[in-house]
């Protein structure tokens, strides 16, 4: 299933997922800098220009954040994906040594699903 | 992984002394996942803070009501105290990675006593202030979002110093250093969430 489908709203148009901005330290401290220099922004328009144009300054900094946030899918998911293997045997013999196996995140094997 | 090892067929009598292996579903560790749902919760506690606080400003012919000054200017040293924290507990962190003990346990100590001055510098604003969160609906709002965040800056305290007493100890590596990073997260987090509060409440 795709990131899309799973996550329509936070996938852009071109099918690329919103970055966890606090995945990691380095992300963090990267969104830390990103925050101080889009409130700086902020402020100096309303100091300068007014309020109407800090209003401007926050929605387009927004945007601005939010396409910077969205990068490759697969970015995030470093670990590979999982595949479940059912190897219950069709004699009605005890599972192989590999169908006991159960990889983490897949679910129950399936000779835990018969208990 | 054995058949035994996940828990499927008969369990030597060491293994049942223990409970078996947790399921992990997320591909983020646990750990990790753990801290970041406790930030989401976070920021929807800020958020209706902030809500209250903006619905009270637009409502008010006035903003501050006259009498009512702001510590900006020492809201604002403030500020650079503990945005410089969050540098030198990058520091700290990239440290250890690179394998130099001595940098990670100069940046999360010096990352502490700048976060204590944050903290110590906000309680002695508080004593000299001049109004109390009683006085009114300016009064109340002001003290529940800096308070809110001052209370996050204990909790961030608390996590660096146990972060700083196991770094001295020996307990982190360039391999593992979750202990490090976990509480960094969530250290720039409430730096942010700092910048927030600053703008919104002393400058605009």
Redesign the interface.
Known sequence: VSSRARFPLFVSEEGKALR?P????AE??R??IT??IF?AA??GA?LLMGVIV?LVVAIVGVALIGRLLRGDPSAG???PRLVVRDHDPDDGGEPS?NG???P??T?R?A??RRR | VSAQAAGIGPQPAEARLHPPVANQSSRVDARVLGMLLFIASEVMLFGSFFTAYFFVRLHAKVWPPPGFERPVYVAGINTIVLVSSSFTVHWALQSIKRGNRAGMQAGLLLTFLLGFTFLFTQALEYARIGFAPRDNAFTTTFFCLTGLHGAHVMVGLTLLAMATTRAFRGHFSPEHHQGVEVPSIYWHFVDAMWIVVYTTVYVL
């Open positions: 966890n606090l995945r990691s330290e963090a401290f969104f830390l925050t101080i409130f902020i402020v309303r800090a998911a470093q670990a040594q006991a196996q159960r983490s995140g679910g094997s000779p835990e």
